[in-house]
């Protein structure tokens, strides 16, 4: 009928451009739609439904940086295991606009930009590289590219000396300390252990100092005590 011709046509006819939300009420309203759920469930169940990415299309690249932050905050607040391939992939897809290059990413602060104590996020993963995230300004501050020869699985910032982190590889035997500023080792260090590192953790031990520690496959424990 003429029903079915008018349905016919609409669906050939150009798809309609997505719509983007900019009002601020319902900017708000938005985002507070794609937050709650991942304060109540497991952040990366959410973001594997599949309505999920298409409400955040809706949104801005200011606050789609936002809300980038966000899940970052919330995987790390919740200590969610982030434990395969399938669900590192699903996690970046939505964080990757905190460290991606380009005019609505990451890659546009300098060093001289970062302000002290301003809220640094880091980044580090199958790129074997290292990525120093102000989370203030939602912009890739450093990248320390190629800091180890595998996959780096565990990072940490030092807290002894704030421009440094401290990266390990579970490929690998080796733990690396070094300068994101500066990518390099630059007054850092690297240690093995004696079978690959399982996981990796730092403890503040008093003004100045740091204990990182790995746990090696063999059961054993390595630890450093380091001093600015």
């Not at 009002?23 to 985002?31: E, N, S, T, Y």
């Not at 919330?74 to 606009?97: H, N, Y």
Request: a negative charge.
């Amino acid at each position: 009928g003429d029903d079915d011709d008018d349905a016919g046509d609409a669906r050939d006819g150009p798809i309609a451009p997505a719509m983007i939300v900019s009002d601020p009420k319902g900017i708000r309203q938005l985002v507070a739609l794609l937050t709650t759920p991942l304060e109540t469930y497991d952040p990366i169940s959410v973001l594997r439904m599949s309505s999920y990415p298409r409400v955040m299309t809706l949104l801005l690249p200011a606050n789609l940086r936002q809300l980038a932050a966000t899940i970052a905050r919330a995987v790390l607040r919740g200590e969610t295991r982030v434990s395969t391939p399938e669900q590192v992939e699903t996690l970046f897809k939505f964080i990757e606009v905190l460290i991606r290059d380009g005019d609505d990413g990451g890659g546009g602060v300098s060093l001289p930009n970062a302000r002290a104590g301003e809220p640094m996020i880091l980044c580090a993963g199958a790129d074997r590289g290292v990525t120093v995230v102000n989370e203030t300004r939602m912009r890739a501050v450093a990248r320390w590219t190629n800091a180890m020869k595998f996959e780096i699985t565990g990072a940490k910032f030092s807290a002894a000396s704030p421009d440094h982190v401290y990266v390990a590889s579970g490929l690998d035997y080796e733990l690396v300390c070094g300068c994101w500023t500066r990518q390099a080792i630059a007054g850092g260090f690297s240690f093995r252990g004696d079978s690959r590192l399982l996981g990796m953790a730092t403890s503040e031990a008093g003004a100045g100092k740091d204990i990182v520690a790995a746990w090696c496959e063999s059961g054993n424990l390595i630890a450093a005590r380091v001093e600015r």
